[in-house]
């Protein structure tokens, strides 16, 4: 299992733009994770979502989570049991869903159908 240590650096090096113009490592760490501690889950900023997507092109999956309460319990169990980036979208309080930059996990949610209940007391045993 990859760290945020080593996510934040694979992301920094993989930046296409030229070697000066990218974030040194401290600046993109707390720019691009919701929580800065090391020992935090892996949900990313705005900025740190954006960078995924539109700098450097990640694949992602997107799963509508409009049914669930999105409640501070809710986000602490992604936080400890989702173990790769994910970003949660929030369109104007329209639409809300949950961007996962991993298909494994994308695929385990999916034999739940998309039940983050489910899917977390499975990960508590």
Same mark, same amino acid.
């Given at each position: 299992?990859?760290? +945020?240590?080593?996510?934040?650096?694979?992301?920094?090096?993989?930046?296409?733009?030229?070697?000066?113009?990218?974030?040194?490592?401290?600046?993109?760490?707390?720019?691009?994770?919701?929580?800065?501690?090391?020992?935090?889950?892996?949900?990313?900023?705005?900025?740190?979502?954006?960078?995924?997507?539109?700098?450097?092109?990640?694949?992602?999956?997107?799963?509508?989570?409009?049914?669930?309460?999105?409640?501070?319990?809710?986000?602490?169990?992604?936080?400890?049991?989702? +173990?790769?980036?994910?970003?949660?979208?929030?369109?104007?309080?329209?639409?809300?869903?949950?961007?996962?930059?991993? +298909?494994?996990?994308?695929?385990?949610?999916?034999?739940?159908?998309?039940?983050?209940?489910?899917?977390?007391?499975?990960? +508590?045993?």
């Amino acid at each position: 299992m990859r760290t +945020k240590d080593q996510y934040t650096q694979a992301f920094i090096d993989n930046d296409p733009r030229e070697f000066h113009l990218r974030p040194t490592f401290d600046i993109a760490y707390t720019n691009w994770w919701q929580n800065a501690r090391r020992d935090g889950g892996f949900r990313l900023t705005q900025k740190g979502c954006l960078h995924c997507v539109d700098r450097l092109q990640l694949e992602y999956y997107e799963i509508s989570i409009e049914e669930v309460d999105a409640s501070g319990r809710f986000l602490l169990d992604l936080d400890r049991y989702i +173990k790769t980036p994910y970003y949660i979208r929030d369109i104007k309080k329209r639409s809300r869903t949950i961007m996962l930059f991993d +298909k494994k996990t994308h695929f385990a949610l999916t034999m739940y159908n998309g039940d983050f209940q489910k899917f977390i007391n499975a990960h +508590k045993v």
